[in-house]
C-alpha cells in the first residue's frame, strides 16, 4: 500500500435468523462484535435491521447508524455509491432480512462490486435455510442446484417440475426450489400430482425455528402425510428415489 493511501475498509457479509427466536442462539458471538464495530451497513429493509441490530447489540447508539437501503425498488445507479466508504478506509456490513447475504437475497450485485474494487469481502457464519434444508434431506449432498423460484403460470411450472424431476432422477442431483409463503401450500399440492410416485420430494419448514418441520418421503408417502405449510417459509427438494 502506498504511503498516503488508506487500506480498503472491509465487506462483511452478516448472517440473519431465519425467524423470531434469539441471533445467538444461531449466531456465533463473532457476528455480534462485528455488529457493535461498525456503523455502516447495507440492508434489505431498515426497519427490521435496526430492530436485528438492537437484538444483538442492544447497547449500541442507533442514532449513529447509516443505512443504506438494497431492494428491488432501488435502482442500480442508486447503489453505485454504496462502498464508497469502504473504498475510503471505512469497514461496513452487508446483510438481509434473514439467511445469508448474497444465497437467494439481494447482495451478490454489490458483492461483486466490492471483488472488482478490490474491496476484501469477509463472510461470517450464519444459517441458510437451503443448505439446513439439504443437510436434512438425506439427499445428495455432492451433486445438488438450487432453482430459486418455479413460474407462477401453470402450464410452465408443470413443466419445470418434470424437467427437474428428470435431472434429479437422470443425474442424481438433488434440485432445490423455494415459493413465497402463501403458496407453499398450494406447491405441495402441485407436485404430488405431477411427480412420479416413487420420486422423492423433501420439504424443509421454519428451519432453526422452533416449529421446524422437516421430512423425506415418496411422492405416495406424502399423499398420506398430513402438512400444513399455510404460509410459513418453505424449501423444496426434488430428489430420485430410495
Not at 463473532?30 to 427490521?48: C, G, L, M, Y
Not at 447508524?65 to 442508486?78: A, G
Not at 469497514?91 to 438481509?96: E, I, K, Q, R
Not at 427437474?164 to 403458496?183: G, H, S, V, W
Amino acid at each position: 500500500m502506498k504511503e498516503g493511501i488508506k487500506k480498503p475498509g472491509i465487506l462483511y457479509l452478516i448472517p440473519t435468523p431465519l425467524g423470531e427466536n434469539p441471533p445467538l442462539e444461531v449466531l456465533p458471538l463473532t457476528v455480534k462484535k462485528i455488529i457493535e464495530d461498525q456503523n455502516h451497513f447495507i440492508i434489505e429493509n431498515e426497519k427490521a435491521a435496526r430492530r436485528f441490530i438492537k437484538k444483538i447489540a442492544p447497547n449500541k447508539n442507533q442514532d449513529q447508524l447509516i443505512m443504506y437501503p438494497l431492494n428491488k425498488f432501488i435502482t442500480p445507479e442508486e447503489t453505485e455509491s454504496y462502498l464508497d466508504q469502504c473504498k475510503a478506509g471505512i469497514s461496513m456490513g452487508l446483510f438481509s432480512d434473514a439467511g445469508c447475504p448474497g444465497i437467494a437475497d439481494p447482495g451478490s450485485e454489490i458483492i461483486a462490486k466490492a471483488h472488482r474494487l478490490g474491496i476484501q469481502v469477509k463472510p461470517l457464519v450464519g444459517p441458510s435455510s437451503l443448505i439446513l434444508a439439504m443437510m436434512s434431506s438425506g439427499m445428495n449432498g455432492q451433486n445438488f442446484a438450487f432453482n430459486g423460484y418455479l413460474p407462477i403460470e401453470q402450464k410452465k411450472r408443470r413443466q419445470a417440475i418434470i424437467k427437474f424431476e428428470k435431472k434429479a432422477i437422470k443425474d442424481n442431483q438433488a434440485q432445490l426450489f423455494i415459493e413465497t409463503p402463501y403458496r407453499s401450500d398450494s406447491l405441495i399440492k402441485e407436485l404430488l400430482k405431477v411427480l412420479l410416485s416413487n420420486t422423492l420430494l423433501c420439504v424443509g419448514c421454519d428451519l432453526s425455528l422452533q416449529n421446524e418441520y422437516i421430512k423425506t418421503f415418496t411422492v405416495s408417502q406424502w399423499k398420506n402425510e398430513k402438512a400444513d405449510l399455510n404460509k410459513r417459509p418453505c424449501i423444496f427438494i426434488i430428489g430420485g428415489s430410495f
